[in-house]
Protein backbone atom coordinates (compact mmCIF):
# COMPACT_ATOMS: atom_id res chain seq x y z
CA UNK A 1 0.00 0.00 0.00
CA UNK A 2 1.55 3.32 -0.82
CA UNK A 3 -0.01 5.17 2.28
CA UNK A 4 2.35 2.77 4.67
CA UNK A 5 5.22 2.99 2.51
CA UNK A 6 4.44 6.93 2.65
CA UNK A 7 4.37 6.83 6.63
CA UNK A 8 7.67 4.47 6.88
CA UNK A 9 9.27 7.48 4.75
CA UNK A 10 8.07 9.82 6.81
CA UNK A 11 9.26 8.35 10.07
CA UNK A 12 12.45 7.43 8.83
CA UNK A 13 12.65 11.51 7.50
CA UNK A 14 11.67 12.51 10.70
CA UNK A 15 14.75 9.94 12.77
CA UNK A 16 17.17 11.74 10.37
CA UNK A 17 15.95 14.88 11.06
CA UNK A 18 16.31 14.50 14.79
CA UNK A 19 19.70 12.84 14.91
CA UNK A 20 21.36 15.50 12.40
CA UNK A 21 19.37 18.08 14.72
CA UNK A 22 20.93 16.85 17.74
CA UNK A 23 24.21 16.57 16.11
CA UNK A 24 24.26 20.31 15.05
CA UNK A 25 22.54 21.52 18.21
CA UNK A 26 25.00 19.63 21.19
CA UNK A 27 28.25 21.57 19.38
CA UNK A 28 26.83 24.89 18.55
CA UNK A 29 25.59 25.55 21.95
CA UNK A 30 29.12 25.23 23.12
CA UNK A 31 30.63 26.73 20.58
CA UNK A 32 27.93 30.11 21.16
CA UNK A 33 28.99 29.65 25.18
CA UNK A 34 32.52 29.66 24.22
CA UNK A 35 32.78 32.53 21.83
CA UNK A 36 30.27 34.56 24.03
CA UNK A 37 32.56 34.47 27.53
CA UNK A 38 35.73 34.99 25.01
CA UNK A 39 33.84 38.07 24.24
CA UNK A 40 33.28 39.19 27.26
CA UNK A 41 36.36 38.52 28.45
CA UNK A 42 37.68 40.85 26.21
CA UNK A 43 35.20 43.33 27.23
CA UNK A 44 35.59 42.87 31.46
CA UNK A 45 39.49 42.05 31.68
CA UNK A 46 38.45 38.87 33.08
CA UNK A 47 40.19 36.36 31.38
CA UNK A 48 39.78 32.90 31.16
CA UNK A 49 36.75 32.99 33.87
CA UNK A 50 34.10 34.38 31.69
CA UNK A 51 34.87 32.09 29.09
CA UNK A 52 35.03 28.70 31.76
CA UNK A 53 31.60 29.83 32.79
CA UNK A 54 30.00 30.29 29.65
CA UNK A 55 31.77 26.90 27.94
CA UNK A 56 30.41 25.37 30.99
CA UNK A 57 26.99 26.63 30.38
CA UNK A 58 27.22 25.68 26.80
CA UNK A 59 28.06 22.17 27.40
CA UNK A 60 25.11 21.98 29.95
CA UNK A 61 22.75 23.52 27.49
CA UNK A 62 23.85 20.66 24.98
CA UNK A 63 22.97 18.42 26.89
CA UNK A 64 19.75 19.61 27.88
CA UNK A 65 18.87 19.06 24.51
CA UNK A 66 20.05 15.94 24.34
CA UNK A 67 17.78 14.63 26.88
CA UNK A 68 15.03 16.52 26.06
CA UNK A 69 15.36 14.41 22.77
CA UNK A 70 16.24 11.47 24.49
CA UNK A 71 12.64 12.11 26.85
CA UNK A 72 10.75 13.32 23.78
CA UNK A 73 12.12 10.35 21.08
CA UNK A 74 9.92 7.53 22.17
Known sequence: MPDDNDKQKRENA???????SLGLL???????????????????HTKPWL???FTACGIAAGFLNLFRAAKSGD
Do not use: E, K, S
Open 14 to 20: DAVYQAV
Open 26 to 44: FPVAIAIGFLLGRWLDGMF
Open 51 to 53: TII
